[in-house]
């Protein structure tokens, strides 16, 4: 198993069995910037992904106004960013291999947690083939099929960190539709409350006969 | 003595599938405790192998690199704990669904050093080829290839329902909170004025009752 990651505050990512290099969906708190590190193998790899910013009680904003999130290939060029997003899916073709890093950048003070997947994946071609004997043309449909599945479980992870985080905002609808309406009852009733005693206040002997 | 523990909360969220292996590294802080958690449903089986990894080929991890792990569920009762140790693992068939968080610390050094952590942690579908299958000839591997995408696909399908299951029950939650928003909303109504009424009534017999009316 190769694996060289360097992780920095967060998570490090990784790798392989046998052509593809693929990471769990994880979920990383982003206080200012998080990187996280995958290697790939082979250039010419597609390394598609997404992620997704699972929001905390926002109070007043309607939305976190999104993350930043920039693919740094191993040459230091920027491959891919996304600027302002919410949630996003990607894809490209490693132009080098070697290790990429993938930032979230948090532009503002409120930690927010996001969640990722990142997959490498790798489809031997006749290159590889000539090279290494045990491959044989069904090893290539097999990586094709791998490759295709993967894809649909990427979308099933993506679907599932957006379901989370709309369950949490219906839930937190839902709370506040009780609580906030329930609260302004007793309000409204302790107002008129107050009123109604302050009134009686004015009018009682003890206070000054009529001075009102 | 600056003493900041800080947990890093990494929250691994890993539908049933997982074919390819997947370990992560990372590096910990001495004097600090990082996290991860993973999402494992009820029944299944899982298994996690968790080593130091040695930045000098050859030769041996130095003693003061030490890390405890601790392992718990959700509801907080643990299933693993391990103290002091450079590497370990642990296998355990998880009867509770939810968070499983898997905690590393190391202790404060001074100076304080970066210990990189190499932690694989499986579940599901990925916990059951564990063990490496040799390439006896490339009919075999083609086939544990299969097998491998036949679970893979199995898992999706289950994946589907969970997802499924989860619309449907959000779906319900959103009608409930309609409904409740329409009815709470009339009953505001009715609140408003009775509470008026109320105001009104209570003040004109009090006055009544002083002789101002």
Redo the contacts between chains.
């Keep these: 198993?190769e694996?060289t990651?360097?992780?920095?505050?967060?998570?490090?990512?990784?790798?392989?069995?046998?052509f593809?290099?693929?990471?769990?969906?994880?979920?990383?708190?982003v206080n200012d910037v998080e990187c996280v590190y995958e290697y790939v193998l082979y250039e010419g790899d597609t390394v598609s992904g997404n992620f997704v910013v699972v929001d905390h009680d926002i109070f007043w904003s309607s939305d976190h106004p999104g993350i930043d999130f920039i693919v740094s290939s191993p040459g230091g060029n920027v491959v891919q960013t996304m600027k302002g997003t919410s949630g996003e899916k990607f894809e490209f073709k490693a132009p080098q291999s070697g290790m990429y890093k993938f930032c979230f950048h948090n532009p503002y003070s409120t930690p927010e947690?996001v969640?990722f997947y990142i997959h490498v994946g790798h489809i031997p071609n006749e290159h590889d083939l000539a090279k290494d004997e045990?491959l044989?043309p069904?090893?290539v449909k097999?990586a094709e099929?791998?490759e295709a599945?993967?894809s649909?479980?990427a979308e099933?992870?993506y679907?599932?960190?957006r379901?989370?985080r709309?369950?949490h905002t219906?839930?937190s609808?839902?709370k506040r539709?009780?609580f906030y309406?329930i609260a302004?009852?007793i309000l409204?009733?302790v107002a008129?409350g107050l009123?109604?005693v302050y009134?009686?206040r004015l009018?009682s002997k003890s206070v000054a006969y009529n001075r009102v | 003595m600056k003493l900041q523990r800080f947990a890093l909360r990494i929250t691994l969220i890993i539908g049933l599938l997982s074919t390819i292996a997947q370990s992560i590294r990372f590096e910990l802080e001495s004097g600090h405790t990082k996290c991860i958690a993973e999402d494992i449903k009820s029944n299944s089986m899982t298994v996690g192998h968790y080593s130091i990894d040695n930045p000098n080929e050859g030769q041996p991890l130095p003693e003061s690199h030490r890390i405890t792990l601790r392992v718990t569920s959700a509801y907080g009762n643990s299933y693993h704990s391990s103290e002091n140790v450079q590497s370990g693992q642990f296998a355990f068939q998880a009867v509770e669904a939810g968070d499983y968080m898997a905690c590393f610390f190391a202790i404060d050094h001074q100076p304080p050093l970066k210990i990189s952590v190499e932690f694989d942690w499986r579940s599901g579908v990925a916990a059951k080829d564990w063990s490496n299958v040799a390439k006896k000839d490339s009919v075999d591997a083609m086939e544990y290839e299969l097998k491998k995408l036949a679970d893979t696909i199995t898992s999706i399908h289950e994946e589907m329902f969970y997802l499924r299951e989860r619309e449907r029950e959000m779906q319900e939650l959103n009608k409930v909170t309609n409904s409740r928003m329409a009815w709470l909303s009339v009953l505001s109504l009715f609140v408003c004025l009775s509470v008026a009424g109320m105001q009104i009534w209570h003040l004109k017999s009090f006055f009544e009752k002083k002789k101002l009316i």
Excluded: C, P, W
């Design positions: 198993m694996t990651m360097k992780a920095y505050a967060i998570l490090g990512l990784l790798v392989l069995s046998n593809a290099g693929d990471v769990s969906a994880l979920s990383v708190t947690t969640s045990h044989d069904v090893n097999i099929l791998r599945l993967e649909v479980t099933q992870k679907l599932k960190a379901d989370a709309h369950r219906n839930e609808t839902h539709v009780i309406t302004e009852y409204l009733a008129s009123q109604v009134i009686r009018f």
